[in-house]
């Protein structure tokens, strides 16, 4: 074979290594199998790629003890971290951003508590308590902690399986409760257990379907609000609702329509204002609390003019009561409890995670991904004792405090103390806060969870990811929040079983000039070298693809001879098979290739495997087939294997 | 770049392709786009790429209207195919193979049938119509149809759940019946709508570790015969059945037991003299209707001397009676019919098809196997109509019916034949056919189910394949049937999962000498390359991978840097990633490469991808962020890059 002078324009080349390069006597490249090694070894480093891909104990690689306790200390209380180097600069800007996000959180935290049918205050709780557990754990400087409008839907819906919050409001406080501790006990054991990848399997088409879906369902909800409508419908599909809306027509109070639009329509515009120019973000910030003000101002002057508009009404004053005494254990509703517990778990995780990954990227660091979910799911857990709901990261709520200039988690600690106060002193204030303005501000804030532009890309990119995405859309509209989240997952690992179940298969051809061989679908200029078929393999060979690459081999065999027959060239003699894109194998596999070298034997044609992968080497070798394939049989290259068989012809003519 | 002689010692270089190579002004080879396409096209590709891999129309291709019409109607009734040269020498090694596979169906079905709690002369109506339906539907020329043991022994165990044989057999035929008619109806409707790679997800390690473990099953029921108990359990879990033997020993008849073990070491001799030398097959083929005339006749003499022995007793005379009236489609069973129809109708498929397939390769023919499955379909449909119940392709008997030397489905007919002059005057025989003939021949019959031999290859191959066997296996000793079958579909399907959710990267270095590019943990003389970092990705980059290749990735990067810190050679420069096994890609994996970029820019170091296949390439043209990468960002080989790369770093200094 030509050697070339080895890699060109190397400012230093390093010193030739001590053995010779891996050539068989006939001066090929052989195929090396990888270094020997214990099957115990094989799968403790499986584990590990499995359950520490980030090796996240590389700091406490060769420390003093001391240094490593310190490290340690720091690794599970990231407080401890930045703590000793915090600045007034920072707190600062903190100061500012924790204020911001707290404007933001009050009137949102009150609006979802509503949205899950809780009563208002324990969306105010559930904005003190697990801020500051988060402010000691988490390791995002971004997350602004609270409740979350998607889980809150979905916790609404669910417990309403079992009770309403109008029928027994103990039991379904109880249930909700007991549901938050299970959401929590379930994230922190999966960042415990290292199961964080279990979160993936929410694609982002999955995700911004359901986002979709649930945000129109949640909108139109509000229609209650906003239209004053008094008997509601709990349901959460399309169709109830926009039934019980048109059929609750003779309860639509004008003074409430009116107003509830003017004030919708103020926040919108904010909101546009602020997306339009992100240093206007403060607006769309402050535009929820003043309106509020605004809103109950007037409704406490002109209440006695303004009889058909609803108000939230007297609110509890003081800092949240304990609560454990209302988890429960077992019991009939305890299925029911876990079920929500999970999902609303998976799903709030799901928008933590996300929103942390995105602003730490945007500021470059790391969060540990399986360390929040421990740290979001301990502030569930303890919130569940302290009459706080689901709470999480919430995306608009961090968008803010990032544009606030936050620079730690102290802006959660500021909110945190806001809320306090407000639960202190500020709670009869709300007392003639109208509902038709917690209405509008979770409109605004789930009109954002329409991501059309996403939507767009997916069927750009990549159809399937689409349809999985407007699967889960509709699920959620038509059928249930749950189904149509589980039909989407569904979708999505279809997608993969489908990829690996029907794979490419590319035949190549040689690049004039080059020892390049690539599809000659693609690179029409590549060439059919006569005599050999040379077919690229790209997917692993599973048990569940081995049949149909056996069919899908032997037709473009039949099919490569049929076009030789008719052009009238000369024969197949050998097939080639790539190998490169083959990364698995298993015993399915291996019978397809001795079964395919056997019929093509049959067939006098030669059959070749070129670079197969470490773990694929292995088991070829395991199971012995290399010995009846042998080294003429095996190649690094396509080139190589053409031109060493193509010789050996002419050696043998 | 070097310029190679194009493929040495090639006979006939074909003339040059009308375009030049691929090459941008600046001598690189370009990664080019695949031709374009609408997605109409490309959908129509794809769906004929699931549907119809085997292209089974290309018979089809430019034929005249009158031969298109012969071949559809070959198509469809193979049996036209050969019947037309259908020779006499044909016929007189299929009369021999039939014959001798009759002498083996004619006893299996009696005791098969006993295996699904039905009466002993369903089983042998079951040997009479399939087979004849077959031979006209089927494509096979080696498969023996009729009883087989495992999807008898499902179905008795699932019909069970509702009554049993002795309560009420009229109901249980029934449901027997029903079953079969719904699992000709999914097994022909599988086939039909080509949707033939279900039964890809039983792969072999499942399959080997259920057959094993439903062959202990089954020989432990059969005990029953074997100790001449009366009151046996019906269960079909190792425990139960284990107790019911041990706690009925009063029930033990020394005499059953004496004559049973006799026989029985009788068949296993014989079965392993067959064994040894296949030549001998005709042994083991006489064997059981040889020792059934046996035991009949010392029975039938000495019955008076042999109280404790069972026997068969009185059997009808006659032909298959009609049951389509027998069947029901509504009702409180219909669900446990149709379900029991589903698990027993993949079972027997799976055995038909792979007994069909391994005979076919053998013989080198081939057989289609979504139109096997409309055969064996349509076959149990009309059999549920025929007082038959599910059959397909048994193993054991097609292997003896290949031994014997047959040529065409015709021996099939040979063999129904002998069955009808079976039922029209030989049933009086069969009256004092004692049990435990039955019970040793079914012994002896899925003994050779247990497949150490491949058990063991699974474990040198693949470990975690074996898993799968062992979960099968114990799941259908303990749990349940269905259950353990379960149990194993879903950990092959979870390795899919696995395989893609955690796949392998691998750093690459140069072969001194080549231009080659190998795993530097493979090849121990591959070098580094200064400044530049090379990483092969192995698997699709998908929503399920996304962040653990992130995390990966940029692991890698930081360990390379420190290492090249602790070695104190030149800093890193560039990243390679060489995406030739990246066989697929969505849109979270264009967000990972996006993202990825933007971070190794901020760190100043340069991101390149290889060789992205034809699918990927694609998607990343859609997502425009080949115009952030620009066509130095992309290169063809590996080798392409690192020259091209460090001569422009030398250009400019």
Chains 1, 2 share one sequence.
């Not at 800007?93 to 707290?102: C, E, F, K, N, P």
């Not at 959180?105 to 324990?122: E, F, R, T, V």
């Not at 799911?377 to 995306?395: E, K, P, Q």
Request: net charge positive; charged share 15%.
């Amino acid at each position: 074979m030509a050697i070339h002078s080895s890699v060109a324009g190397n400012p230093s080349e390093p010193p030739p290594a001590p053995y010779a390069t891996p050539m068989s006597e006939s001066g090929v490249l052989e195929v090396r199998l990888p270094p020997p090694t214990t099957t115990v070894k094989k799968l403790r480093h499986r584990l590990s790629e499995i359950f520490f891909p980030d090796d996240p104990l590389h700091r406490f690689k060769d420390q003093t003890v001391s240094r490593k306790f310190i490290l340690g200390l720091q690794f599970f209380l990231p407080i401890l971290q930045w703590a000793p180097h915090y600045t007034l600069k920072l707190l600062k800007s903190d100061v500012v951003s924790g204020l911001t996000i707290a404007s933001l959180a009050i009137p949102q935290g009150i609006s979802y508590a509503k949205l899950a049918n809780l009563p208002p205050i324990i969306g105010l709780y559930s904005s003190f308590v697990p801020p500051l557990i988060y402010s000691v754990l988490g390791s995002s400087r971004h997350l602004a902690v609270g409740p979350v409008s998607i889980a809150s839907l979905v916790m609404g819906t669910m417990l309403h399986e079992a009770t309403s919050e109008e029928d027994q409001p103990a039991l379904y406080l109880q249930l909700a409760f007991t549901a938050t501790f299970f959401a929590g006990l379930f994230q922190a054991s999966l960042g415990f257990l290292r199961l964080g990848f279990v979160i993936d399997f929410l694609s982002k088409a999955t995700l911004v379907g359901f986002m979709a879906g649930a945000a129109v369902i949640v909108a139109l909800q509000q229609l209650k609000g906003l239209l004053g409508i008094v008997h509601f419908t709990s349901k959460m599909q399309m169709i109830p609702v926009l039934s019980s809306v048109f059929t609750q027509k003779d309860e639509w109070s004008w003074q409430t329509i009116v107003m509830g639009v003017c004030f919708l329509i103020v926040l919108l515009g904010t909101r546009q204002i602020s997306m339009r120019n992100p240093k206007l973000f403060w607006i769309s910030a402050a535009a929820p609390l003043t309106s509020v003000i605004l809103s109950t101002a007037l409704v406490a002057c002109l209440k006695s003019k303004l009889p058909g508009i609803q108000t939230i009404g007297k609110l509890p004053k003081g800092v949240n009561p304990p609560s454990a005494n209302m988890l429960f254990f077992s019991g009939r509703y305890i299925g029911l409890a876990i079920k929500t517990g999970l999902i609303t778990g998976i799903l709030s995780l799901t928008e933590g995670i996300a929103v942390g990954r995105t602003f730490a990227t945007l500021k470059n660091y790391q969060v540990d991904g399986n360390k929040e979910m421990m740290a979001i799911g301990l502030m569930n857990m303890s919130g569940s004792c302290a009459s706080c709901y689901v709470t999480s990261g919430s995306f608009s709520r961090s968008a803010v405090n990032y544009n606030a200039g936050a620079q730690t988690v102290v802006s959660n600690i500021v909110m945190a103390a806001t809320v306090l106060i407000t639960l202190l002193f500020l709670m009869p204030l709300f007392r003639y806060t109208p509902n038709l303005i917690l209405a509008a501000i979770i409109i605004t804030a789930v009109i954002g969870l329409i991501d059309y532009k996403s939507a767009y890309d997916l069927w750009k990119v990549d159809k399937l990811d689409f349809l999985a995405a407007m699967c889960s859309f509709f699920g959620v509209l038509f059928i249930s929040v749950p189904l149509g989240l589980a039909i989407a997952v569904g979708i999505s690992v279809f997608k993969i079983l489908l990829h690996v179940t029907r794979p490419n298969t590319v035949p190549l051809g040689n690049i004039p000039g080059t020892r390049v061989y690539q599809s000659l679908h693609r690179y029409k200029e590549a060439i059919r070298i006569p005599s050999f078929f040379i077919l690229a393999v790209e997917a692993p060979i599973y048990f569940a693809n081995s049949t149909y690459l056996q069919e899908r081999i032997l037709r473009w065999i039949r099919e490569e001879e049929e076009w030789l027959a008719s052009h009238s060239s000369n024969n197949l003699k050998c097939v080639i098979l790539d190998m490169t894109a083959v990364t698995g194998i298993d015993t399915s596999g291996i019978d397809l290739i001795i079964e395919l070298r056997r019929m093509l034997n049959q067939r006098s044609l030669k059959l070749v495997l070129v670079n197969p992968v470490g773990g694929v080497m292995e088991k070829l070798h395991h199971s012995n087939i290399l010995d009846s394939l042998g080294l003429e049989g095996l190649y690094l290259t396509v080139g190589e294997a053409v031109e060493d068989i193509s010789s050996s012809w002419k050696a043998q003519p």
